[in-house]
């Protein structure tokens, strides 16, 4: 007999999540696949998603991509699984393969409930991911953003221009170094918070990536983007 859970993690949620939208990891769901759909279908604040993503960056379990989705005019970044997430889910799911959990119905196989698109009701207050919180910086965003890029704050707005000249989505993938820099940047923009190891980190990685590839300087516009509008 398996075991009953109350709900869980948000890392294997989000996982879990990005897998059910889109299994063959090429962002064939992209408006599932943002931080604001993320946030809607794992049940958590989305001021929470970056902290979460920057984790399975980190891993190399999950990459990002900007996508061209009608009714946008801007390109959406997206989060799509690795083929090394993907052999993640697959020890996962042979793990959770007898766990069952209490819903409203009774109890229910959790991996039930993942593939038909339920994965919120696995959210559960006792199985909330404690993520470390930054201790709070006094710069103004735009500031913090120049520091953290290495440039003046009058250079953030041709940084954004840079993106109208980015057409072909194969052009815009990140993995690896790239995409950690990209993840703990947008996580202390959008935290307003960052500590001194996070920004030691992303000092060191801009360092080493050197001058920004097409790739990451698109990303990085829809960064600054998403924070000036």
């Known amino acids: 007999m ?73 390109r959406l970044r997206v989060y799509v699984v690795s083929a090394t997430g993907q052999e993640e889910i697959k020890r996962l799911r042979v793990a959770l393969q007898n766990t069952t959990m209490n819903t409203m119905n009774g109890p229910e196989k959790v991996l039930d409930l993942v593939d038909a698109g339920r994965i919120g009701d696995l959210h559960t207050s006792t199985t909330r991911e404690h993520l470390q919180e930054g201790k709070e910086t006094n710069a103004f965003p735009l500031k913090l953003a120049a520091r953290l890029l290495g440039c003046s704050p009058g250079d953030l707005h041709m940084i954004t221009e840079q993106s109208q000249n980015i057409t072909s989505p194969d052009t815009a993938t990140l993995d690896g170094a790239e995409a950690v820099f990209l993840s703990c940047l947008e996580m202390a923009l959008t935290d307003g918070v960052i500590t001194d190891d996070e920004e030691a980190l992303l000092t060191t990685l801009r360092t080493e990536l050197g001058p920004f590839g097409a790739s990451l300087n698109a990303h990085v516009a829809t960064v600054l983007h998403d924070m000036m509008k």
């Open 2 to 74: 398996g075991e009953t859970v109350e709900g869980l993690p948000v890392l294997q949620r989000l996982l879990l999540h990005l897998h059910h939208v889109d299994p063959a990891g090429r962002g064939s769901s992209p408006e599932h696949q943002t931080q604001v759909g993320i946030s809607t279908a794992i049940g958590i604040q989305r001021k929470h998603v970056p902290r979460a993503l920057r984790r399975l960056v980190e891993e190399g379990w999950i990459a990002l991509e900007l996508k061209r989705v009608d009714g946008h005019r801007q």
